[in-house]
Nanobody, 125 residues
Framework: QVQLVESGGDSVQAGGSLRLSCAVS????????MGWLRQVQGKARGRVAR???????TYAEAVKGRFTISKDSAKNTLYLQMNALKPGDTAMYYC???????????????????WGQGTQVTVSS
């Protein structure tokens, strides 16, 4: 059984930093496309960052240059380093895994087969 467990969400002031973690079990996640997505209440989930099995990364325009996605294969853990946080980054953040090696085949949130429970990030001005 695939399990994704996020942690690291918190309340911070604008300009601050957070690092989210996603512990993966039940699958060798390094062989799959993994992503971070976020959702504001009342809105659809949106892509934040994703990393393919070969390490290729892509980012949403809103977070480019501020967020970094990475993975530690030895720990089976996915990370999202978030710097220069803005109030607009406030959301529930989800870790997700798609059944493809390349994230090119998972352009939409609905393409991700496995999800964590989410971790809340709140950024105040």
């Amino acid at each position: 059984q695939v399990q994704l467990v996020e942690s690291g969400g918190d309340s911070v002031q604008a300009g601050g930093s957070l690092r989210l973690s996603c512990a993966v079990s039940g699958v060798t996640y390094s062989g799959f496309c993994m992503g971070w997505l976020r959702q504001v209440q009342g809105k659809a989930r949106g892509r934040v960052a994703r990393i393919s099995a070969d390490g290729t990364t892509t980012y949403a325009e809103a977070v480019k240059g501020r967020f970094t996605i990475s993975k530690d294969s030895a720990k089976n853990t996915l990370y999202l380093q978030m710097n220069a946080l803005k109030p607009g980054d406030t959301a529930m953040y989800y870790c997700a895994a798609a059944g493809f090696k390349s994230c090119e085949y998972a352009p939409l949130p609905t393409d991700y087969a496995y999800w964590g429970q989410g971790t809340q990030v709140t950024v105040s001005s």
